[in-house]
C-alpha cells in the first residue's frame, strides 16, 4: 500500500512557477508509476502529467506540454511537478496519484490518491 501527501502549493502570479512535491510511504514506491491531477470546484479531475517506475517515460496533457516537468526521486519516495508560465485558468487543486499499472491519464487507473494541494494564480 501507498500513501501520498502533496505539498508546495501556494499563491502565484501568471507566468510564474511552482514546485509540486509528492511524498509517499510504504516500501514499494518505485514499483509504482505516478500522475498528477488537478481539478476545479465542481468539475472532473483532469489528467497532467504522469512518469514510470523508473522516470524515463512521461506523458503530458497537451495543455502542459513544454512548461510542466515530471520527475521522481526514488531513494526519497517523492515525485515532482515543476510547473512553468502558470495562467489564472491552472488555479486547481492539484493531485497526486500511484498506478500499478504503468503511466496512464485516467482517473480511473490509478490505485492511490494524495489529498490535494492548492494552486492559485492570480492574474
Known amino acids: 500500500q501507498v500513501q501520498l501527501v502533496e505539498s508546495g502549493g501556494g499563491l502565484v502570479q501568471a507566468g510564474g512557477s511552482l514546485r509540486l512535491s509528492c511524498a509517499a510511504s510504504g516500501r514499494t514506491f518505485s514499483w509504482y508509476a505516478m500522475g498528477w491531477f488537478r481539478q476545479a470546484p465542481g468539475k472532473e479531475r483532469d489528467f497532467v502529467a504522469a512518469t514510470n517506475w523508473s522516470g524515463g517515460s512521461t506523458k503530458y496533457a497537451d495543455s502542459v506540454k513544454g512548461r510542466f516537468t515530471i520527475s521522481r526521486d526514488n531513494a526519497k519516495k517523492t515525485v515532482y511537478l515543476l510547473m512553468n508560465s502558470l495562467k489564472p485558468e491552472e488555479t486547481d487543486v492539484y493531485y497526486c496519484?500511484?498506478?500499478?499499472?504503468?503511466?496512464?491519464?485516467?482517473?480511473?487507473?490509478?490505485?492511490?490518491w494524495g489529498q490535494g494541494t492548492q494552486v492559485t494564480v492570480s492574474s
Open positions: 496519484a500511484a498506478a500499478s499499472s504503468g503511466v496512464r491519464d485516467g482517473v480511473h487507473e490509478y490505485d492511490y
